[in-house]
């Protein structure tokens, strides 16, 4: 079984510019999630699809970072304009359904904000 | 709010030591608690869980259990390896509040030969 696919792993971008992420999470898995994990802390759920609906996105900056999955299958995350505080590894998760699921990994991307 | 706080890193240990990471949590409702590992250039990977009070999860020689009376879910593992050089993570899932999952901020494990 194929896992979470992420891309880029890595990104290099300037702060004021755009940049944005892909997922790809496993096959039949109707729940996704994205995830802030700045260099020594634990991750941060930025937002939560059930298939193409928001379950929750309250910890998303909703000034800057925006994120779609409009087919419920892959999904986007943007960030436009990047602050040099925006320098993490975002993660994509993903699990068969909301509740007691496991959540699968991606590898993540790192995002590099100069 | 739900919070994880875990022991601070990094931990350094011979091999064969005993290990025990902290973790303690806050939670408003009753949680499902979590241990997730990271290795060296690998995705956070699923450890352990316990999904109630008193529950007990292994794998690999890991466990922790769930201590609802101390807010606590302690790994432990009686000899390590090289091998479990990696992060690890304290986490926990609130199903009635949206599915929240929160994570302590880590623990690097380091062990020497």
């Known amino acids: 079984e194929a896992g979470v696919a992420q891309s880029p792993r890595y990104k290099i971008i300037e702060k004021r510019q755009s940049v944005a992420f892909w997922c790809n999470p496993i096959s039949g898995h109707a729940t996704l999630y994205w995830y802030q994990q700045i260099l020594g802390q634990g991750p941060k759920l930025l937002i939560q699809f059930q298939n193409n609906g928001v379950v929750d996105d309250s910890q998303l900056p909703k000034d800057r970072f925006s994120a779609e999955r409009l087919k419920g299958v892959d999904s986007t995350l943007k960030i436009q304009p990047a602050k040099l505080e925006d320098s993490a590894v975002y993660l994509c998760?993903?699990?068969?359904?909301?509740?007691?699921?496991?959540?699968?990994f991606g590898p993540g991307t790192r995002l590099t904000v100069t | 709010g739900n919070s994880v706080t875990q022991m601070e890193g990094p931990v350094t240990l011979s091999e064969e030591a005993f290990l025990t990471i902290n973790c303690t949590y806050t939670a408003t409702g009753y949680p499902s608690l979590f241990w997730y590992v990271q290795y060296p250039g690998e995705g956070l990977q699923l450890l352990l869980k316990?999904?109630?009070?008193?529950d007990k999860g292994s794998n690999k020689g890991f466990e922790a259990t769930y201590r609802k009376e101390t807010t606590s879910f302690h790994l432990e593992k009686g000899s390590v390896q090289v091998s479990d050089s990696a992060v690890y993570f304290c986490?926990?899932?609130?199903?009635?509040?949206?599915?929240?999952?929160?994570f302590g901020a880590g623990t690097r494990l380091t062990v020497k030969p």
């Open positions: 998760a993903s699990s068969l359904n909301q509740g007691g699921y496991e959540q699968y």
């Open positions: 986490a926990l899932r609130d199903l009635y509040n949206n599915n929240d999952m929160r």
């Open positions: 316990a999904t109630k009070a008193d």
